[in-house]
């Protein structure tokens, strides 16, 4: 491991190209302190620790919304246009070809038009969320000039990181967007780590050695998961051209355990949450009765048993209805048929579909109930330590363990091109 690091800082190019993207970090860290005007900083930091929906847009936004920043919205109306987008190639048959079947500049319009779809729907947000905390009084601030101020400031910030974004994944260092999120993440750990030694009990020591011990087994669980894969055999039949013979090789399609990654957990989480956000809007009102329904359905969702259940049922589903969206075992057959492939024992067409369904479906539901165990993870840790402080944040684990992982492998691959041309 010490070799592979000092070999990556003996490479110009490489060297270069990590101090390039650290750069770009240290200038998405220092946007993220820079407050719009007129923030009350005591009702936002009381604000955020009773809303879980916040907790969440905080983390996609890279842990730039606990201040109010200018990049508070950070890449989470990109990461909304993003999934839009997939969900209308199932509709619009148009993007479903140009996705799929029109290769790198077909992706590369389609990435386009995401790109624009990403503005309005930031300005939305923006105005939306700073509407909200103004009404929480959070943002004291009541001059309408400076209020659209901060509407345009949000949205330009957050294009902004969008195209920081693009800039890291130039680099081939890793996904730009996904680092954003990452370096907000491991930014909050020595403000966590502080307040853990500050609040230390020694007779809960044994409780912190535990937390320890399963820190450790819920990481390497979420690397095997990330990791994991069903690979399905595929053989392709012999083809005689002139006095040439091609294919007759073996290969094999990969299934990943967790094909869905983060989303159906963004998912789950905003059809769970929603409630709660129209109910704390609905219990302002001065109708008495609306005010009581708004407080009793408030209330039976923030029981915690209620809730973590109701939170792992939707993770499960949202991680089968997005596979589903993303991976067309039809498709796949169609494309092995085209190019002679076939899969050992399987007649090709209709029923490669149905066995690649049939697999697809069992290897899901291992997925699909590790991320429904991490979504709640949180939940469970801080009911049986009962310190709030000790929490290991399933949606914030998987990202880091996921985008260190692709880091590792895009510094990995180039490395390994280096070597070649030294050969």
């Not at 009404?135 to 309408?144: G, K």
């Not at 320890?212 to 979420?222: E, K």
């Not at 957990?265 to 409630?275: C, G, K, V």
């Amino acid at each position: 491991m010490l070799n592979k690091i000092i070999q990556i800082f003996k490479i110009k190019d490489l060297r270069n190209r990590i101090f390039f993207v650290l750069a770009l970090l240290v200038v998405f860290r220092f946007m993220a302190i820079i407050p719009v005007p007129g923030v009350d900083a005591m009702r936002l930091k009381s604000f955020f620790e009773g809303n879980q929906l916040f907790g969440l847009l905080n983390i996609f936004s890279g842990g730039a919304m606990d201040n109010l920043s200018i990049v508070m919205l950070g890449v989470g109306p990109y990461i909304t246009a993003s999934i839009i987008m997939q969900l209308l190639t199932m509709l619009i048959p148009a993007l479903k070809e140009l996705y799929h079947e029109e290769g790198e500049i077909g992706r590369q319009k389609f990435n386009q038009y995401t790109r624009y779809l990403t503005v309005p729907l930031a300005a939305l947000q923006g105005y939306g969320l700073l509407v909200l905390l103004r009404n929480q009084e959070i943002i004291t601030t009541q001059s309408s000039l400076i209020f659209f101020s901060s509407v345009f400031a949000v949205t330009a910030g957050s294009m902004f990181l969008m195209w920081l974004g693009e800039l890291i994944t130039e680099k081939n260092i890793g996904n730009g967007i996904s680092l954003l999120i990452f370096a907000g993440i491991v930014s909050s750990l020595p403000i966590d780590l502080k307040q853990t030694l500050l609040t230390y009990d020694a007779s809960l020591f044994f409780t912190y050695l535990a937390f320890a011990v399963v820190s450790i087994v819920v990481i390497a669980g979420v690397i095997i998961v990330t990791e994991g894969e069903r690979a399905i055999p595929i053989a392709y039949a012999k083809r005689i051209r002139g006095n040439r013979i091609f294919g007759g090789s073996m290969a094999h399609l990969p299934l990943r355990v967790n094909q869905a990654g983060v989303i159906p957990i963004i998912f789950a989480l905003s059809i769970l949450l929603f409630p709660q956000l129209i109910a704390q809007v609905i219990g302002g009102f001065d109708i008495m009765w609306l005010s009581q329904i708004a407080r009793s359905s408030a209330a039976f969702l923030q029981n915690q048993f209620v809730y973590g259940s109701f939170y792992f049922i939707l993770v499960i589903l949202f991680t089968y209805f997005y596979t589903a969206i993303t991976f067309d075992p039809d498709q796949i057959s169609q494309n092995l048929q085209k190019q002679g492939g076939f899969i050992p024992g399987i007649r090709p067409g209709g029923s490669t579909a149905e066995f690649i369904k049939r697999i697809l479906n069992r290897v899901v539901l291992i997925g699909a109930i590790f991320l429904g165990t991490i979504a709640v993870l949180p939940i469970a840790v801080q009911y049986f330590t009962g310190i709030a402080t000790l929490t290991i944040g399933g949606t914030a684990l998987l990202i880091v363990v996921s985008v260190v992982l692709e880091s590792m492998k895009q510094i990995k691959s180039q490395l390994i091109m280096r070597e070649y041309e030294g050969f």
